[in-house]
C-alpha cells in the first residue's frame, strides 16, 4: 500500500497579506480618528447653528444684533485657544505618539460639551453664565487645536496608498456632522414650540454628543500607534524645527487652509444670515444645511480617490477658481430671490465646491512636514488659518452686513479668501513641489 501524496495548500504571496493587512488597519483608523473629529465638528456646528437661540439664553441685551455678535464673538474667541491647543498636543503627539495625543484631544472636548449641555442661562445665574459658556468653549478650543493634526497623521500613517482617500474621510465626517446639526435644528426647529427649544430643546444635540465622546475614547484606547511613528526618532523640539526650518513651508498651509475652513463657516453661517437677514423660516434655512451635510459627507471620498489620481493641488486649484468665480453671483441670486428652492441650489453649489477643495487638503497638508514633526506641523498650520480667516467668520459677517447693510457680504469674503487660497497654492505647487 502507498501512502497518497499529500496536497500542498497554495501560499499566499507575502506582500498580498502585508499589504491586506496594513489596509485592515487603515480601515480601523479610519473609525478610530474620524469619531473623535466628527464630535469636534459636530460640537462646533451646533454652537453656531443654535447661535441665535444660545445669543438670547446667554447674552441678552435690548438690541439683537448685539445679543448675535456676542454669541458668534464667544464662538470665535474659542478659535484664539486651538495654535495653543495644537502647539502642545501636537508636539506631544510627536513625541509620545499619535494615539497618545487623539485620546487628550477627545477628553478635552468631552469635558467642554458637558459644561456647555448643563450649563444654566443668564435667566437663572446671571452673567456668570457667559463666563461658564465662554470657559468651556475655550477648552473645546485647545482640544479641537490638537485633533485635526493628530488625527490626519494618524490616518495618513496606516494608509499603506491611497493616501489622499483615506485623509479624506476627516472632511466626510466633517460633512457628516454638518447633515446631523442641519437634521437636529430642522427637527428641533419645526416640531418644537419656541418655549420648549428655549427652554431644554437646544441642549439635546450636546447631550447626543456626550453619548459620542467615551465611545470613541474606547476606540481609540485600543488602536496601536502608527508604523511612521514607531519607526522614526523623534525629534528633541519639534516646535522649532517647525517654526524655523520649516517656516516657508507653515506660512505656505496657513493660506491654503484659508478656504477650506472659511467654506465650511459659511455654510455654518447660512441658517443664521437667511433667518435674520433674509426673513426666512428656520426649518427651510436647516434644510439647505442639510445639503451641504450631505455632498460633503457622501462626496469627500470620492474626491479623496480623483486626488490620488490627479494630485491634490491640481484638484483645489481648480475649486479655488470656481469659488473666486461663483460666490459673488450666488450671494446676488440668494439676495434677489430668498427661497427655499434658491438656497438649497446655492448650498449644493458651495457644498461642491467645498468637497472638492477640502477633502484633499489633509493629504497636502501632510505632504508638506517629514513625520518627526508633522503633528506640530499639521496642527499649528491648520489652525493658525481656521483661527484667523474661520473663526470668526461669522462675527466678522455679522458685523460687517450690519455696519454696510450689504447683503453681499458673504459672497465678497468668500471670493477674497479664495483667491488668497489659490495664491497659496500656486506657491505650494512650484516652491514645495505639491502635485
Known sequence: MTDRPTQATPEVPTADVTLEAQRSQARRAVVAASIGNGLEWFDVIVYGAFAVTIAKLFFPTNDPTASLLLAFGSFGISFIMRPLGGILIGRYADRAGRKAGMLVSISLMFVGTLFIAFVPTAQMIGVAAAVILLLARLIQGFAAGGEFGTATAFLIEHAPNRRAFYASWQVATQGGAILLAGIFGFVLNNYLSQQALDSWGWRVPFIFAL???????YIRSKMEDTPEFLAMTPS???????LIDNGGRLLSIVGVVALGSV?????LFMPTYAIVNLGMPAAAAFVSTLVFGIV?????PFVGMLADRVGPARLMIWAAIGTVLLAIPMFTLLRQSPVLVTIVIIELVLGILATLYFAPLPAIMSAMFPV???TTGLSLGYNVGVTVFGGFAPFILTFLIKTTGSLLVPGFYLAAIAALSLV????????????
Open 296 to 300: 460633503m459627507s457622501v462626496g469627500a
Open 424 to 435: 497659496s497654492l500656486v506657491v505650494a505647487r512650484r516652491v514645495f513641489q505639491q502635485r
Open 211 to 217: 453619548l459620542i465622546g467615551p465611545v470613541g475614547w
Open 372 to 374: 518627526q514633526i508633522r
Open 263 to 267: 467654506g465650511v463657516y459659511i455654510a
Open 236 to 242: 528633541p523640539s519639534p516646535l522649532r524645527e517647525t
